[in-house]
């Protein structure tokens, strides 16, 4: 991992959630900003894995448990495609809501993949 990607994983991933869960209590129905904020926080979590398959060849190597990062990596990727398909075949404010939870957890766990990565010691 790489920690200035983090942070700015963690703020987009953020900001997207908090508008998306505003807009949700505004009674907004999913739209394209609110679904693109999502897919956007989607497609840092893929360059994520790529980065995190990349980085122990170049001597970047996790000090917590790789299988937990990993448990993390994949569950948070899967997170953001469920949110958006949620968002598009239910088209309600509580929709948005959801979007905006979804992005408030990812930030969450990829705060907490920062942890295994660079704190812990296996």
Do not use: H
């Not at 505004?26 to 739209?31: L, W």
């Not at 897919?39 to 893929?46: D, K, S």
């Not at 404010?93 to 704190?119: D, E, H, K, N, P």
């Amino acid at each position: 991992m790489v920690e200035w990607f983090v942070w700015v994983q963690v703020v987009i991933a953020v900001l997207a959630g908090t508008a998306a869960v505003i807009a949700g209590f505004a009674k907004v129905t999913p739209n394209d900003y609110s679904l693109g904020a999502t897919l956007l926080v989607e497609a840092l979590l893929i360059v994520q894995l790529v980065m995190a398959i990349v980085a122990p060849f170049l001597g970047n190597v996790a000090t917590g448990s790789a299988l937990e990062f990993w448990i993390y990596l994949v569950s948070a990727i899967l997170i953001p495609p469920a949110a958006v398909m949620w968002g598009l075949i239910e088209r309600n404010r509580w929709s948005t809501v959801i979007l905006g939870v979804a992005c408030l957890s990812i930030a969450v766990m990829v705060y907490r993949m920062s942890q295994i990565w660079f704190v812990q010691l296996a």
